[in-house]
């Protein structure tokens, strides 16, 4: 019977060692890297938040610029969303049981998605508010 955190796992063959794994598997494991983070809560929240956030270039009439700057964010938090998925799994097996040092880890990962995060409302203020004045007749 499969369990979710070891599925996809199969033991490595003679075959394997030899022609190492190609570019298409290489996409394919991390393909399943991003499937699996994605079930996470903050990775779903990001998702309705990019959602939004392109909803709102458009509804601004952003410039091109901004729509960038959007993009570089979404794709940097979810980035660091599937990292922090990455190093839970991690810790979790090396300290199955309380730990200062696991406590740290996760802490600090989970900190890394919190510095993003706020670096991207940042560029939302300096990309939302001059196209929201523009739009207004402000400036
Ligand atoms: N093995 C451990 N030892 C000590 N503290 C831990 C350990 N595992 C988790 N913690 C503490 O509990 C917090 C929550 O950990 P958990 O694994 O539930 O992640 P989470 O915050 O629920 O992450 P996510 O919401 O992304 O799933 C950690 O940030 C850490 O402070």
């Known amino acids: 019977m499969g369990d979710a955190a070891t599925e996809g796992l199969r033991p490595r063959t003679g075959q394997d060692m030899k022609s190492g794994n190609s570019l298409f598997k290489s996409f394919g494991y991390a393909a399943q890297g991003v499937k699996s983070a994605s079930g996470e809560r903050n990775f779903k929240v ?6 939004l956030a392109f909803a709102l270039c458009a509804l601004l009439q952003v410039p091109l610029w901004g729509w960038a700057a959007v993009a570089v964010c ?34 600090c990962a989970a900190g890394a998605a919190l510095i993003t995060a706020c670096a991207s409302i940042v560029v939302a203020g300096i990309v939302y508010v001059p196209a929201l004045l523009k739009l207004a007749g402000v400036s």
């Open 46 to 51: 990001d998702c309705v938040a990019a959602v």
């Open 74 to 107: 979404i794709g940097v938090q979810l980035a660091m969303e599937t990292m922090n998925t990455a190093l839970e799994a991690v810790v979790d097996l090396a300290s199955p049981g309380l730990h200062p040092l696991a406590k740290r880890a996760k802490d």
